[in-house]
């Protein structure tokens, strides 16, 4: 599985779309990148359309986890690695330009953007 099927991509999105109020969906990493492994992982940036920054650990995992239970399924036989991030998180994410933030928008593929209703 050299590149992520559209079937997959499909099926995250409709899963995050059901159950998540999105603003963006990010897949980076060796799928996003065409060097996949046999035992690469999916890696996702889930951006909720939520205008506040998380002001405790709890608050934070609460996000997390209502992301990840919308695609618990999927997990089940694919593993993904998700990162989790409010509209006002993801700014800084990109702000900082860490070498991550700057390797992910460079070469990652955008799955979901709510701006531009688009669909993988």
């Given at each position: 599985?050299?590149?992520?099927?559209?079937?997959?991509?499909?099926?995250?999105?409709?899963?995050?779309?059901?159950?998540?109020?999105?603003?963006?969906?990010?897949?980076?990493?060796?799928?996003?990148?065409?060097?996949?492994?046999?035992?690469?992982?999916?890696?996702?940036?889930?951006?909720?359309?939520?205008?506040?920054?998380?002001?405790?650990?709890?608050?934070?995992?609460?996000?997390?986890?209502?992301?990840?239970?919308?695609?618990?399924?999927?997990?089940?036989?694919?593993?993904?690695?998700?990162?989790?991030?409010?509209?006002?998180?993801?700014?800084?994410?990109?702000?900082?330009?860490?070498?991550?933030?700057?390797?992910?928008l460079k070469k990652g593929e955008i799955l979901y953007e709510k701006n531009n209703r688009g669909?993988?």
């Open positions: 599985m050299k590149m992520l099927k559209n079937q997959i991509k499909q099926e995250i999105l409709k899963k995050l779309t059901d159950h998540v109020n999105l603003y963006k969906v990010i897949l980076f990493g060796s799928y996003a990148y065409g060097n996949p492994v046999t035992d690469s992982d999916i890696d996702l940036i889930v951006v909720t359309d939520d205008d506040y920054i998380p002001n405790t650990y709890a608050e934070n995992m609460r996000n997390y986890l209502r992301v990840s239970s919308a695609i618990r399924d999927i997990k089940k036989s694919i593993p993904i690695d998700l990162i989790v991030h409010t509209r006002p998180m993801y700014d800084k994410f990109v702000q900082m330009g860490s070498m991550f933030s700057k390797e992910v669909m993988a």
